[in-house]
């Protein structure tokens, strides 16, 4: 991975014409967030003796004079690099933590022009520091959420004493950490491979690699000896740099709660002119301009850009690094959560086809689910198949649990071609059923997204299915009896809708159980419209409990509705009840059926009742409650 962040780093040097040998190109940070429109300069005028204090200045901030405002993030709770710091609160950001402090150190220090300068200058700001800060509150709002300062009109950045300490700073977080300092000359860099002047052991563009706890540094805990684990140049240093922060701006991406990087790296052997062609057509489905406004995602941020990674040859893997930057991308704290490597184009591809693959599936295809905008309904879509349905089972939070771990670990799963546990993700699927189910919520949707994900997942071939049960001729031949028979008419009409139905899903229906519970849950839904119709309630729900059913109470439920159908004098489904008999005595007794399966595939029936409608039934009426 760092040599594939090494060879971004590169690309995004040479694009912006940016050179090593003025390492300031590549040091400043941007202070700007999307909320900024002006900059606060504290103004100064130089005298005979020092400095005059000329007032607080609104400046339009601007994006073209980045290196002149000469801003580095420094420590969290610390200063900055140099006085140009982003604004918290006007006091705090003055007064305790960034600006004044930031000049106290000079004081301390021997003398030289650059020292005697920012002496002067920290004297002039501190006498005059209880005007500036109300200077300061009077032009401050949200909008002017940068704090930098201007002297005899010109930016630190325009001032050599503020870029060679820039410049020198930086170098030295590379290799100054916890009270040691770990660097040594003319040694291999481990990221180039070239014998540089200098390599500095605390390089950590990710926070991946440190060596704050003991244990972390290899032949025993000497924080100084960190550059023989991992010595980087500084010119790897400020690629990696270079690399990380084109990464950040052009290739970091929402995920469900989560942010990830899309890291590209291509096989040896590709010309540098086909990377760069990736590269601009990658930064082109970013523009809003040429961003393609309907594409099938599998995930709801509008940027993706896995689809245009689809689309290209096997001549790059794709590395996916999902995290967690509770202080912003560029800040202290930055937690890998997963990394996936090695993903090629063509895997994207199938996970895009199997996409196309269930999307069309008609049951999905024709469940409308609501579409939000800022919490507000704006209409409906048909169900597609995206890492969102996957989230419906393993939400951040529920019931104070969170499943990010979980979630994370199946879309590895996914990427990578792995087998995933068919039980344990009928569990996680009956949850959330059984929660909708249980709080008088509509299950369909719910349901429908589970048997969504399971055919996704099927035909990817990353679950297991039960053992399917080889049937012979004669098996076979009693089953078509069974549902065609010498019949015509109802009989034949919904014998023809189970046939198809189960043949369309077979890996699913692979035993006469699965059958019966799900023609069961057809039959029950049957009843509870029925009974909706009847007394605007559905009291035969609590004989379902909570959807926790298992062989015994299934077989129970049979008569029971049975009954209930011949007390409203509304049974019209005997040839279904017919083949429920049948189903059972052909499945026999120890069906080997989860809980949590049985009570699936029962829920899926009754949510799927619709489709087993004869022209009889239809003609009935009724209002239905699902």
Known sequence: MIEAIRRIGGYTLEKEGKSLDNPLDILVDDPANRDTKNILFILLKSGINGFEYKGVELEEYSKEKRERYAYKKGAPNGTDITPTSMITTVESTFERTKFLPWFKKYDKLGSNDDINFLVKVGMCVRQNSGEILSDLKDKYDKENNII??????KYLGDYDAFLRILVDRAKENLYSKYGKVSKSENQICSVCNQRGAEVYGFVDTYKFYTVDKPGFVSGGFQQEDAWKNYP???NCALTLEAGKKYLGNSMNFNFYGFNYLLIPKFVTGVGEETKKETFKIIEQQQDPKFRRKEINRLTSDEKEILVL???QKNYLNLNFMFYDAPKGYNGAVFNVLLYIEDILPSRLKKLFNCKEVVDTI???NECMISVFENKKKTGEKPLEFNF???RTFFPRVSNNRTYDKYFLDI????????????NFLMNFIMQKIRDDFINNNPTKISTLKGFMLLNYLNNLGIIKLKERREMNSKEAEENWELFEGAASGERKEISQKISSFFSRFGDFFDSDAKKVVFLEGVLTQFLLNIQYQERGATPFKVKLKGLNLDEKQVKKLLPEIQNKLEEYGKNYYRTLESLISKYFISAGNGW??????TSFYFVLGMNLHYIFKTKKESSNGGKENE
Do not use: A, Q, R
Not at 148 to 153: E, F, R, T, Y
Not at 411 to 422: A, E, G, H, M, S
Not at 592 to 597: C, I, L, Q, R, Y
């Open 592 to 597: 080997k059926m989860s809980n949590d399966e």
């Open 309 to 311: 990674m689809s689309e």
């Open 388 to 390: 969102g349905v996957l």
């Open 362 to 364: 008609d049951i999905f």
């Open 148 to 153: 930098s300062l201007k002297i005899d009109n």
């Open 232 to 234: 980087v140049c500084l």
């Open 411 to 422: 879309v590895n799963k996914i990427f990578t071609n792995k087998l995933i546990d068919y």
